[in-house]
């Protein structure tokens, strides 16, 4: 880790619109435009659902063992229905996982980025205060 930035880059857009990268303010406030971003905060983001994923997926399995032992008792198109409600939540349950991973990728891709940004600008920074003699 290079002392200036200490794992956080600001962001800020210019007058275009177009992302601008910069190194950590020592203190005082950002300003309207700008973002602060913890790498390792996003990564535990990530974690967490990951966590949650996992969660809601074996608690929809149980669910859905339960409803499986259940259709055997049913008849008709109360039985028809029922499966076909059963077969919707499954893939519902299904899509919803799939969708919260997909979240925790992206989140552990921003950090990546994020970090990967990060040391780059502190590399243009320390080749610069090189030249000047810093």
């Known amino acids: 880790m290079r002392g200036w930035h200490r794992g956080l880059i600001n962001l800020s857009a210019n ?4 992302a601008q990268v910069s190194g950590m ?23 967490r659902i990951d966590a949650a994923a996992d969660g809601l997926r074996a608690a929809h399995a149980a669910v859905h063992e339960r409803i499986a032992a259940a259709q055997a008792g049913w008849v008709g198109t109360s ?3 029922l499966s076909g409600a059963t077969a919707k939540w499954q893939e519902q349950s299904a899509a919803s996982y799939t969708e919260m991973i997909e979240h925790a990728t992206d989140y552990r891709t ?10 780059g600008e502190a590399a243009d920074v320390e080749a610069k205060a090189a030249v000047m003699g810093l």
């Open 79 to 81: 039985a028809a229905a």
């Open 110 to 119: 921003a950090a990546a980025s994020y970090t990967s940004t990060d040391e």
């Open 15 to 18: 007058r275009e619109g177009q």
């Open 25 to 47: 303010r020592v203190g005082g406030l950002l300003g309207a435009n700008e973002l602060r971003v913890d790498p390792t905060a996003v990564s535990a983001a990530a974690d």
